[in-house]
């Protein structure tokens, strides 16, 4: 049994407590944390959660809490993951991991430090469609991408007062920067161009608001990719996604409730979706149980390397004593299969120190690395619309030149600016439906 801890109590984190405790065999969420009073003990008490906890740093001292899915408002990210791997949890957070690359650094070296498990919660890694997509394309059937699209349109109902600077980018379009780089494997961008306005809410234009934006991304293998994204489509909540390669083409999503048409006198009807919970709830499922497989398999391979030092440091201490030595041969034969390179036990073990070049049991799960390279494109295009040109990203994924450092500050100033407009008992929650900072919040 695998013990959880959930920070923030909102809509995407009491659907993600939902998950912890009553989807997912083998888990038992042990706690909820979240600074709005009486949220945590709510949320604790609907889910069966034993503990309630107003303030996150009684989470990292729970020994129960083996791991911790972070659902509260994307400027509290960084700081939170840093602090639960700082305290041996492994990690799940939601989108973005941070709203600067020297956070999302931060982040990524805490995991790795710690030797947990980080994954962040792009979603479309775990729908049907987009998989389907991704096999297509690793087993050679649509060949080398040329095109990418991606595209999310919410269905409305935002409050624009609650959206900070960015948040399209930062928020909503950083699932399809995501979803580019997932569907063109290998490769990573160089070049961001986008355009953004106020169309949905033009009275909020100038105070900053962008709800409607498109992205071109060209990658480093040629291909080139699309993202767009509007706060409002009146049709319902629509995701989809297209990959043009030299051998075919992939397209993913219809938007459909179902897969049924009604025929009548006022023609054919299909209904659509209406909420991300809607149509990704199995999406959503799916990849916190691919988080656990993947903490299960850490704390596996650590209890065999500590076995297996234990093991390692039993021969050199009788082999020191003379007790019983083994001839030189055989203690380098043994050596070789405790502590060696190759094997599945191994102390430097990917899944063991955090290396997060690999994904241990989780399939596609999106890592530490995954999630700052979406982050370098969302603050690229924040730069291309500031500046109205092209800007590049290094091969490190970091944005070039001063222009990045002023996404980056943008980023930061659009976080305290939200701060400081819900400070008090929101200010570390989702505050319910609203909270997510608008459409694109929590998907």
């Not at 049994?1 to 109590?9: D, H, Q, W, Y």
């Not at 109902?157 to 580019?180: C, K, Q, S, V, Y």
């Not at 986008?194 to 909020?204: F, I, K, R, T």
């Not at 070789?336 to 596609?364: A, I, L, Q």
Request: proline share 3%.
């Amino acid at each position: 049994m695998t013990g959880v801890a959930l920070i923030g109590s909102g809509r995407m984190g009491s659907f993600h407590g939902e998950t912890l405790s009553r989807r997912l065999p083998g888990v038992e969420l042990v706690a909820v944390a979240d600074p709005a009073p009486g949220a945590a003990a709510a949320l604790a008490g609907r889910l069966g959660a034993r503990r309630a906890y107003q303030d996150a740093d009684q989470v990292w001292g729970d020994a129960e809490v083996e791991a911790v899915v972070i659902a509260a408002p994307a400027r509290f990210h960084a700081e939170l993951a840093v602090a639960a791997a700082g305290a041996g949890k492994h990690v799940f957070c939601e989108k973005p991991m941070a709203l600067t690359l020297d956070d999302a650094d931060r982040v990524i070296d805490a995991a790795r430090s710690a030797g947990v498990v980080l994954r962040v919660g792009f979603n479309r890694r775990f729908v049907p469609d987009w998989v389907a997509a991704r096999g297509l394309i690793d087993n050679g059937q649509v060949g080398t991408p040329r095109l990418l699209r991606s595209l999310t349109r919410d269905p409305g109902g935002f409050d624009p007062a609650r959206i900070a600077p960015g948040t399209i980018f930062n928020e909503t379009l950083i699932h399809d920067f995501d979803t580019l780089r997932f569907l063109n494997p290998g490769a990573e961008a160089v070049e961001v161009f986008a355009v953004a306005d106020a169309l949905v809410e033009p009275a909020w234009r100038d105070r900053g608001l962008l709800d409607t934006a498109v992205v071109t991304v060209r990658f480093d293998n040629g291909a080139v990719g699309t993202a767009e994204a509007c706060f409002e489509a009146s049709y319902g909540y629509d995701v989809r996604g297209e990959v043009l390669g030299d051998g075919g083409m992939v397209a993913m999503g219809d938007g459909r409730r179902t897969g049924l048409t009604f025929s009548g006198a006022a023609g054919r009807l299909v209904e659509t979706t209406r909420s991300d919970q809607e149509l990704f709830g199995a999406a959503y499922t799916a990849e916190l149980a691919a988080f656990v497989s993947a903490v299960a398999a850490a704390q596996a391979n650590k209890k065999l390397s500590e076995t297996s030092d234990h093991a390692h440091n039993d021969i050199h201490r009788r082999a020191n004593s003379g007790v019983n030595r083994p001839a030189s041969n055989e203690l380098s034969e043994t050596d070789n299969s405790v502590s060696g390179p190759d094997n599945g036990v191994s102390r430097t073990d990917s899944r063991v120190s955090g290396d997060d070049r690999h994904r241990g049991d989780d399939g596609y799960g999106a890592t530490g690395e995954d999630a700052r390279a979406a982050l370098a494109i969302a603050l690229a295009a924040a730069e291309s619309v500031r500046t109205g040109k092209a800007v590049s990203v290094r091969a490190g994924q970091a944005v070039s030149g001063a222009d990045g450092a002023g996404a980056q500050a943008e980023a930061r100033a659009g976080a305290e600016s939200v701060a400081g407009a819900e400070a008090g008992a929101e200010a570390g929650a989702e505050a319910g439906a609203g909270a997510g900072a608008g459409a694109g919040a929590g998907r």
